[in-house]
């Protein structure tokens, strides 16, 4: 007789090959850190946010497996603006290929434009109750952090530009090096070429000489950003640059040994890329992946940080509870779903469900499925569900009492309408705190 194969919860599952990777590679990383980029170039949206509770949920995982674990939030800060956002001033044009973390604020209420975008998301992270560490990239240039890194992809630069050539079909960077400074002149990236490496001296010679196309969103326009002509020589350390976008990843990954990132589906090949450098010149296996979909506006248009369609994870948790989005992330992977405001009342009913099936107040015949639901509910909790089942109302009944609850005594008129609707007996303090949600 067939054994029977032992049921796993997918988070479990590759936790556990993470774990066996890592001993068959034998190079002795002692705590296994998980990662995901936080953009700082624009607003932060949903997408952004399930990327960072699927990277946490893996290095709870790990942690439950009984491993030592760290999820590290990326900061791309030194990344430079394209693109003006919608609803943000037009005086941001002339910003337009300088690195966001030298952009001034225009809220001014941060340190610079990177640092606001950046609280966003930490904002929505910290509500979340998520543990992390922040680390920037603007300080992690500065610091020497990516030094090592850095140099050997320099002196293995032609290689570099073969594996994105074979891989991408782009010829770039066979012609020049993987490297942007920022113009000592006109403080702009993209528009410098780095065309010598001096060996020896830690310099590469550039020459802001080029162009590229930014946009405002606001009134759609393109914007010619052009170099000012000026030519340098600059250690590549300290963080007078960057690397461009198809090595750093890999050498943030070797640099911090990052055992595991997810991405989405648009940056497919730039991972690919990735991976193959941090392999074949970084000397380090890449991180293990989970490829996600990505999530659309009812258009069928991407939810993006750039354009419009900002759907923050703020505004969800302005009308439902953290536990309801981070469900969203967690519930699959694979597809692309549309998604706004609409959707998060069949959230919240859907983790109402989950929470009766978990204390078995509600039965699932299925045991594999009921097996999953039950450990989607804890890890929907970070491994910290609630210890006693805790009424939760239905979303639209709530959305009722909310459109004729009164200016005072708000919380006593909504407990009344419950317990005249059938579904509270008696005042508690989970009650109490659904309804002050209202």
């Known amino acids: 007789m067939q054994k029977k194969k032992e049921w796993i919860y997918w988070t479990d599952k590759l936790a556990q090959d993470i774990i066996s990777r890592e001993k068959q590679l034998k190079r002795g990383i002692k705590t296994f850190r998980t990662e995901s980029g936080v953009g700082a170039s624009g607003f932060p949206h949903i997408g952004s946010f399930g990327d960072i509770v699927r990277s946490y949920s893996i290095s709870l995982a790990l942690k439950d497996a009984g491993v030592k674990t760290e999820y590290i939030a990326y900061s791309d800060d030194f990344d430079g603006l394209r693109k003006v956002p919608l609803t943000l001033p037009d005086s941001l044009e002339k910003f337009i290929g300088v690195p966001v973390a030298y952009i001034p604020d225009p809220f001014n209420c941060h340190g610079s434009y990177g640092e606001h975008m950046k609280s966003l998301m930490i904002e929505a992270i910290e509500k979340a109750d998520i543990e992390f560490t922040l680390q920037s990239a603007t300080e992690n240039y500065k610091k020497g952090i990516l030094d090592k890194e850095i140099e050997t992809i320099l002196l ?45 001296e830690h310099k590469v010679l550039y020459a802001c000489d080029q162009e590229f196309t930014g946009k405002n969103l606001n009134n759609g326009k393109e914007i010619i950003v052009k170099g000012c002509d000026h030519k340098g020589e600059v250690s590549y350390f300290k963080g007078n640059g960057k690397l461009s976008w198809k090595p750093e990843f890999a050498a943030r990954w070797k640099a911090l040994k990052i055992v595991f990132e997810p991405y989405g589906k648009d940056i497919r090949d730039s991972v690919a890329i990735n991976d193959t450098i941090c392999r074949e010149i970084l000397n380090f296996e890449p991180p293990m992946h989970v490829m996600y979909e990505m999530f659309l506006d009812k258009s069928g248009k991407k939810i993006s940080k750039s354009y419009g369609n900002v759907f923050t994870p703020q505004v969800w948790f302005n009308y439902g509870s953290t536990q309801s989005c981070i469900l969203l992330m967690l519930k699959r992977f694979e597809g692309t779903r549309e998604l706004d405001v609409t959707d998060i009342p069949r959230y919240m009913d859907e983790l109402g469900r989950l929470s009766k099936l978990y204390f078995r107040l509600e039965k699932v015949e299925d045991e594999k499925e009921s097996n999953n639901m039950k450990r989607l509910f804890e890890y929907i909790y970070f491994l910290k569900p609630p210890k006693k089942f805790e009424i939760t109302v239905p979303y639209d009944v709530m959305l009722e009492i909310a459109k004729i609850v009164p200016e005072k005594n708000q919380l006593d008129f909504a407990v009344e309408k419950l317990k005249g609707f059938g579904h509270v007996k008696k005042p508690s303090k989970s009650i109490d705190e659904e309804v002050k949600n209202l």
Do not use: D, M, S
């Open 156 to 200: 293995n630069a032609e290689k570099v530009g073969q594996i994105v050539k074979k891989l991408t079909g782009q010829e770039k960077f066979t012609e020049v090096l993987p490297y942007f400074p920022v113009c000592e002149n006109c403080g702009k990236l993209y528009t410098t070429r780095t065309y010598k490496l001096v060996k020896g």
